[in-house]
């Protein structure tokens, strides 16, 4: 007797275009499915290439709920590898980030280059000699690509290449990467992590909600002068959402700081006489006009689908733990030729992001209240309607609507649902 067929979830009557059924955010059925569909066939965000600078260098990392690690190989090469031994199956690095010669195994000592190869087995005449080496090295990802340091990977040895699966998310890419007057950043000041009680899709869309600031950060607004203003011209703000295609989507403040036309203002407004060396540095890259262009738009608030955050000058990866579970680790942009900025996105990090910080506590609370709420199951689905009716398709591709509008969790939504309905 053959076991019964699980039913299969009809995800194109759960996400639909103006509204998402509340199981899509607890069903552990639908978590496995998604671990499949997004995050075993499609492109995840990995690490960043100066996170392993020289040859020997690792650190480890998830994708979906495979585990892997990503080296540095002595060719210069970044290579992304199943962490577990190909003997008896051992966790072969437990550190998140490591210098090693060989990746060496705890249980029996089998070493790896960083490539993966198997090195070396203690006592090896155990083994006879037809024993092939060849055959039993760490298993690489079988798709790696990197855009502007930025290094994504897939588990699925067939699909789209990563700039098709970018599309428009690589300009934003770029925007970051120009802020630094030698055209690239630096992910070295460290993680920070925060455990969120709430599905992956939860701070996803939270990521570029414009909505909701001013009543989560309340409080922040309250405190600081600054914020207050955000909140009190945040109707009228020209900034839009925008759905960048391919569920990647922004806030995009370019209107509004071009409107002031101040520069640093996404850095709290700070005296450009105060970064002296910064702004030389731009200028002498690209051109006294093009380097105030720059300084005034400042970095992308976006998010790149499933798994990346590009959170103006902080990095965030979301990792999914189970249904109603997620790790968040945030670091700080470290923009190379910015130690000026540097210094203060730092502190500016530890102050928003960091353990006693204004911005996380308040997202990772609200977030673990949104899956509370969510476990309740009437009524059955999500409102997604705001500005649907205003939204302005634009040249490039994209769909844009007002700041406070939902136009980027749709786009999210239009992208799962493509992913969670294709044919295998
Ligand atoms: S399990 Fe790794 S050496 Fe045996
Ligand atoms: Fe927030």
């Not at 309740?376 to 398709?393: A, D």
Request: hydrophobic share 40%.
């Amino acid at each position: 007797m053959s076991a019964p067929m699980q039913a299969s979830i009809d995800y194109g009557r759960l996400v639909q275009q103006d509204q998402v059924h509340g199981s899509v955010y607890t069903s552990p059925q639908i978590f496995e499915d998604e671990m499949d569909r997004i995050f075993r066939r499609g492109w995840v965000y990995v690490g960043h290439a100066s996170e392993v600078p020289t040859a020997g260098d690792f650190v480890t990392r998830m994708i979906g709920l495979q585990a892997v690690v990503m080296t540095r190989d002595k060719q210069g090469g970044v290579n992304v590898m199943y962490n577990r031994c190909p003997h008896r199956g051992n966790k072969v690095c437990q550190a998140e980030k490591g210098h090693a010669s060989t990746l060496t195994c705890s249980y029996h000592g089998w070493a790896f280059g960083m490539d993966g190869a198997l090195a070396g087995v203690p006592f090896p005449q155990g083994y006879g000699t037809d024993f092939d080496r060849s055959q039993h090295g760490m298993v690489r990802v079988p798709r790696v690509e990197s855009y502007g340091g930025f290094v994504f990977a897939s588990l699925c040895a067939h699909g789209e290449k990563l700039a098709q699966h970018l599309g428009e998310g690589a300009r934003m890419i770029d925007m970051l990467n120009g802020l630094s007057p030698e055209g690239g950043i630096e992910l070295t000041a460290g993680w920070m992590k925060h455990q969120l009680d709430a599905n992956w899709k939860v701070p996803s869309e939270n990521q570029v909600d414009g909505y909701h600031a001013m009543f989560v950060h309340g409080s922040l607004a309250r405190a600081n002068d600054a914020w207050a203003k955000v909140r009190d011209r945040r109707e009228n703000s020209t900034a839009r959402t925008r759905d960048l295609g391919a569920g990647h989507s922004e806030i995009d403040h370019a209107a509004d700081y071009a409107e002031a036309g101040t520069p640093f203002r996404w850095t709290g407004g700070v005296d450009p006489a105060r970064l002296p060396q910064y702004v030389a540095a731009m200028q002498k890259a690209y051109g006294q006009e093009e380097a105030q262009r720059r300084m005034v738009l400042g970095p992308p608030h976006a998010a790149i689908f499933p798994n990346l955050m590009l959170a103006e000058m902080n990095i965030s990866i979301l990792q999914p733990v189970s249904a109603t579970e997620t790790i968040q680790y945030t670091t700080p942009v470290m923009l190379k030729g910015g130690a000026e900025l540097n210094a203060r996105s730092l502190r500016r990090c530890e102050g928003a992001l960091g353990p006693a910080g204004f911005l996380i506590a308040d997202d990772a609370e609200v977030n673990a209240l949104l899956q509370q709420g969510l476990a309740t199951t009437q009524p059955e689905w999500v409102v997604l309607k705001r500005g649907l009716h205003s939204e302005k398709h634009e040249a490039d591709g994209s769909i844009s609507a007002g700041l406070m509008d939902e136009t980027s969790q749709r786009g999210l939504w239009r992208r799962y649902r493509q992913l969670m309905t294709a044919v295998a």
